[in-house]
């Protein structure tokens, strides 16, 4: 069917019901960053493919809203058909609440997808409509009747986390959120978000590509917990056994009905992770949100967590430097064979499950599109003189990398490439060497990352930093080193990304990551300090770096970065390999 087709039947069913509008936030029951493809409703009505992005269709209009990762990728999605793209963030463009407030007459009636829409968000949107007369309402799902051969909600098998890295039991985790309970006079908890609950159950499955999740909720009181779940998953009788020993199974579509008896007393709930469907059962009047208790207990890996994450990054560069190491740069590629060469590696690795995400391999003006992903139509030959953006990262058994390199092709870099690159480095090497106050938050290291680039002029726009799961989701809240006011203070266990960027729109695009662990480093009479531990171990593109704008502390910081590459990685790579990791991480 296509777009008009789909857009023609959606207005039928709005008129049926009397809605001006319908509003599509394009994400899961469960608030999910990355969906399955049953809830892929952006996708299906817009044909827009981008991880994020929000529609509005009215009787007359149909919008697709886009932030700058994806201007040039929805553009194309969406030429030829009745939307519209609004870029986000650019001057003169609404973003699409205002757009309603200031587009809809008053009177209007817009629905919204009762079981995708938080109920945060439909109560601010609510709020703010209702000021100028116009009407929210919580409809079902209005694409369902029109979706032919819809996917089916997602099914894979759980296995268990292994203890040796889980670090806690499933039992003992849910003490621990009773004892949090307690410790506030509360008598349950709903939990909605799906690593928060592969995290507290110690499970892990494969409802979403590249993230190790399941389809189920969570309802933990103090004498009772609830995992709602199709029990066909455990086709281990041992692990069914050992689930049903900490919580009672329930039917997955039994939720929204049982959570009324369920959640009685005063709760807890998070109304950013909670789909406006479970509004009704939880509107006690003595309940307190706020977000998720797990979500931060996840957050703060624990040293059985930490040391899964160090193996996983050892065992991972291994893969990586012998796939640097194997390339050859005066060979012809595309895209997607260099990426599949990396992936080619990391498969050869003990206990690695698969991809973290779809990699992004963006060479010359494709790696100034700092989310790029290259598909068969559009993956460019890789030949000649030319920088390639290469962000990937591994699910291994005990642990989650992300990782990119900048990899230099052909000539020798210009000027300007070597230049751009060091003033990115040395925002990341910045970073990653430095001490910081108990209580920091991320946002107040983000200028460490940017300073350099800020004194030619020049920046990134992305955030800097994002928190990373545990053989979980690579994109893990709440930490964010960023712009962003984000009121979450950096503690020990945390691990972020450290990416600053630059991207230079038809040439190429440069970043760096690694991963990073917050530690304890000192206490003195002014209070307790940390710092980080780099848990990524593969050499930076020397051949990029302009050393005269290196200073010796920088010099210092990467030659011994390179010295622990090498101890770490010389007895687990190839001969072939050895000679290359030597000269990678010989000294500047």
Request: a negative charge.
């Amino acid at each position: 069917m296509d777009i008009e087709k789909k857009l023609e039947n959606l207005r039928k069913s709005l008129r049926e019901r009397n809605l001006d509008g319908y509003l599509i936030i394009g994400t899961d029951p469960h608030q999910s960053e990355y969906v399955a493809p049953r809830w892929r409703t952006r996708e299906f009505i817009s044909g827009f493919t981008g991880s994020a992005g929000t529609v509005i269709v009215t009787l007359d209009n149909a919008l697709l809203w886009v932030d700058s990762r994806y201007f040039i990728q929805a553009e194309k999605e969406i030429q030829g058909t009745e939307f519209q793209m609004m870029k986000l963030d650019t001057d003169n463009t609404p973003d699409p609440y205002r757009w309603l407030e200031e587009n809809m007459e008053e009177g209007s009636c817009v629905g919204v997808d009762s079981s995708s829409v938080s109920i945060s968000l439909f109560s601010m949107l609510s709020s703010r409509l209702k000021a100028r007369g116009i009407i929210i309402e919580a409809t079902d799902d209005l694409l369902d009747p029109i979706w032919q051969k819809r996917p089916s909600i997602p099914f894979s098998e759980c296995e268990a986390m292994d203890a040796e890295y889980a670090g806690k039991s499933a039992k003992e985790k849910v003490e621990d959120v009773r004892s949090f309970l307690r410790s506030r006079d509360l008598r349950w908890t709903f939990i909605a978000s799906l690593d928060d609950i592969a995290w507290l159950t110690n499970l892990r499955a494969d409802d979403i590509p590249c993230n190790p999740v399941f389809v189920s909720y969570a309802f933990i009181s103090l004498s009772k917990a609830v995992l709602f779940i199709d029990k066909a998953r455990f086709a281990d009788k041992a692990l069914l056994q050992s689930v049903k020993a900490v919580f009672e199974l329930r039917p997955y579509e039994n939720a929204v009905k049982d959570l009324k008896n369920l959640a009685k007393g005063a709760g807890y709930y998070s109304p950013e992770k909670v789909s406006e469907v479970f509004h009704k059962a939880l509107s006690g009047k003595n309940n307190i949100t706020g977000r998720d208790i797990t979500t931060d207990m996840k957050t703060r890996k624990n040293k059985a967590e930490i040391k899964g994450m160090k193996l996983a990054h050892i065992y991972d560069a291994a893969a990586y430097v012998s796939f640097l190491a194997r390339l050859d740069r005066n060979e012809k590629y595309d895209e997607i064979e260099i990426s599949t060469l990396l992936e080619n590696e990391r498969k050869k690795i003990p206990g690695y499950l698969g991809p973290s995400f779809n990699p992004i391999s963006g060479y010359r003006e494709h790696g100034a599109m700092c989310h790029y992903s290259a598909t068969k139509e559009s993956s460019a030959e890789v030949n000649g003189h030319g920088l390639l953006v290469l962000d990937t990262g591994s699910q291994f058994e005990f642990g989650t990398t992300d990782i990119t390199r900048t990899l230099l092709f052909g000539d020798e870099a210009t000027e300007e490439e070597k230049r751009d690159y060091t003033l990115v480095l040395k925002g990341h090497l910045a970073l990653s060497r430095q001490k910081f106050i108990k209580g920091t938050r991320g946002v107040q290291l983000d200028v460490l990352a940017k300073q350099f680039l800020w004194q030619y002029g020049e920046s990134f726009f992305h955030g800097t930093g994002h928190g990373v799961g545990c053989r979980l989701n690579v994109h893990e809240g709440p930490l964010r080193i960023s712009s962003a006011l984000i009121d979450v203070p950096l503690e020990p266990g945390m691990v972020t990304s450290d990416e600053p960027g630059l991207y230079k729109e038809g040439r190429y695009g440069i970043r760096i990551e690694n991963l990073l662990a917050v530690k304890e480093d000192m206490e003195t009479e002014f209070g307790a300090f940390y710092s980080f531990d780099v848990l990524t171990l593969v050499p930076y593109e020397k051949k990029l770096i302009d050393l005269s704008l290196i200073t010796d502390e920088e010099r210092k910081q990467i030659d011994e970065y390179h010295k622990r590459i090498y101890t770490e990685l010389h007895e687990l790579v190839d001969k072939d390999v050895l000679k290359w990791l030597s000269d990678a991480t010989s000294p500047l």
